[in-house]
């Protein structure tokens, strides 16, 4: 009886380590088919370009096709949920954004709960922001912006590239931290408000690097970057911090998928991802772009996720900002 006892017991122990051994082994597989990025942006925008460098990278080191596939509106809330709702088995990622961790304090009704239902996989990149104002407005430094604001309550206009983007939120953080009240401009998208920001229109822009042409071109002055550092491609320009003390505003990307992924599939990309990011090649590109590379873990990552989420709904709670 002992003995039959024992070889019982032992194959239950067996088969209950057959779905473990199994999942490694399919996951060490992974992946075995294309897998899609979900990019919640048009394509051509920056989180795009971004994307797909990174889905390049890995599907020449992966041996299979990374897909992006764009899904933009209602702040990138469309491509979550579409991520959200698809199998957990690593064949459908997410291009996480600052909109992911703002949108869910601004709208109500979601269907989903973006940090609970995605997994984060990894950061890829901080996405600076420039202050920029029209070449006619007065004011030359962040000091004469704000002297101006109080001397002239009212009517200064500041455009962002649509409600509960970064640079809504910066500005917003930048009218608390100084003091002053601006009227917010909302377009859609970013190159719209830099048309009109150029034209006049409006008078100022917490804008992304694409606007650092402009400012070499002499169509629009930077006043100042988000950033704790300067930037290589604008290096004259001082941070806003110099002036505004513990300013600091940081756009990011990284990838995520949906909650309930094997951590040996999340592990394995991650790896692959840093790895990616250390490639001297892909580096140079993203600097390029104004963007500096950030590896880092899962782990890593997901407390810079609940790090800014925290920062951001107090910015939204203190201004009572809302979605219409």
């Given at each position: 009886?002992?003995?039959?006892?024992?070889?019982?017991?032992?194959?239950?122990?067996?088969?209950?380590?057959?779905?473990?051994?199994?999942h490694v082994a399919?996951?060490?597989?992974?992946?075995?088919?294309?897998?899609?990025?979900?990019?919640?942006?048009?394509?051509?925008?920056?989180?795009?370009?971004?994307?797909?460098?990174?889905?390049?990278?890995?599907?020449?080191?992966?041996?299979?096709?990374?897909?992006?596939?764009?899904?933009?509106?209602?702040?990138?809330?469309?491509?979550?949920?579409?991520?959200?709702?698809?199998?957990?088995?690593?064949?459908?990622?997410?291009?996480?954004?600052?909109?992911?961790?703002?949108?869910?304090?601004?709208?109500?009704?979601?269907?989903?709960?973006?940090?609970?239902?995605?997994?984060?996989?990894?950061?890829?990149?901080?996405?600076?922001?420039?202050?920029?104002?029209?070449?006619?407005?007065?004011?030359?430094?962040?000091?004469?912006?704000?002297?101006?604001?109080?001397?002239?309550?009212?009517?200064?206009?500041?455009?962002?590239?649509?409600?509960?983007?970064?640079?809504?939120?910066?500005?917003?953080?930048?009218?608390?931290?100084?003091?002053?009240?601006?009227?917010?401009?909302?377009?859609?998208?970013?190159?719209?408000?830099?048309?009109?920001?150029?034209?006049?229109?409006?008078?100022?822009?917490?804008?992304?690097?694409?606007?650092?042409?402009?400012?070499?071109?002499?169509?629009?002055?930077?006043?100042?970057?988000?950033?704790?550092?300067?930037?290589?491609?604008l290096p004259n320009?001082?941070?806003?911090?110099?002036?505004?003390?513990?300013?600091?505003?940081?756009?990011?990307?990284?990838?995520?998928?949906?909650?309930?992924?094997?951590?040996?599939?999340?592990?394995?990309?991650?790896?692959?991802i840093n790895a990616?990011?250390?490639?001297?090649?892909?580096?140079?590109?993203?600097?390029?772009?104004?963007?500096?590379?950030?590896?880092?873990?899962?782990?890593?990552?997901?407390?810079?996720?609940?790090?800014?989420?925290?920062?951001?709904?107090?910015?939204?709670?203190?201004?009572?900002?809302?979605?219409?």
């Amino acid at each position: 009886m002992t003995l039959l006892r024992r070889k019982f017991l032992e194959l239950i122990a067996g088969g209950a380590a057959l779905p473990v051994i199994s999942h490694v082994a399919w996951a060490l597989d992974y992946p075995t088919r294309p897998v899609r990025i979900i990019v919640g942006f048009p394509a051509g925008q920056p989180a795009d370009i971004a994307a797909r460098l990174i889905g390049q990278w890995l599907s020449e080191h992966l041996g299979q096709p990374f897909i992006v596939e764009n899904r933009p509106g209602a702040g990138t809330n469309i491509a979550t949920e579409a991520v959200v709702r698809a199998n957990p088995d690593g064949y459908t990622l997410l291009c996480v954004g600052a909109p992911n961790v703002i949108t869910p304090i601004l709208y109500t009704g979601l269907k989903f709960d973006f940090m609970r239902d995605i997994a984060p996989i990894g950061s890829l990149v901080r996405v600076p922001f420039l202050l920029v104002v029209n070449p006619s407005f007065p004011a030359t430094n962040v000091s004469e912006l704000i002297a101006y604001a109080k001397a002239n309550p009212g009517k200064l206009n500041y455009a962002s590239s649509g409600l509960g983007t970064v640079n809504h939120m910066a500005g917003e953080l930048f009218g608390i931290m100084t003091g002053i009240e601006m009227t917010h401009v909302p377009y859609k998208g970013t190159a719209p408000a830099l048309t009109d920001l150029i034209g006049g229109q409006v008078q100022l822009m917490f804008a992304d690097a694409s606007a650092i042409e402009y400012v070499k071109e002499g169509k629009l002055r930077a006043l100042g970057v988000t950033t704790a550092e300067r930037l290589d491609q604008l290096p004259n320009v001082p941070t806003i911090g110099d002036t505004v003390s513990g300013f600091e505003v940081n756009g990011f990307l990284g990838v995520g998928a949906p909650k309930g992924t094997p951590v040996e599939v999340i592990t394995k990309l991650n790896d692959e991802i840093n790895a990616g990011l250390a490639d001297d090649a892909l580096k140079t590109r993203l600097k390029s772009m104004g963007y500096t590379a950030a590896a880092g873990t899962p782990s890593d990552f997901r407390k810079f996720l609940a790090d800014e989420t925290d920062k951001w709904s107090k910015v939204i709670r203190s201004r009572d900002i809302r979605s219409k």
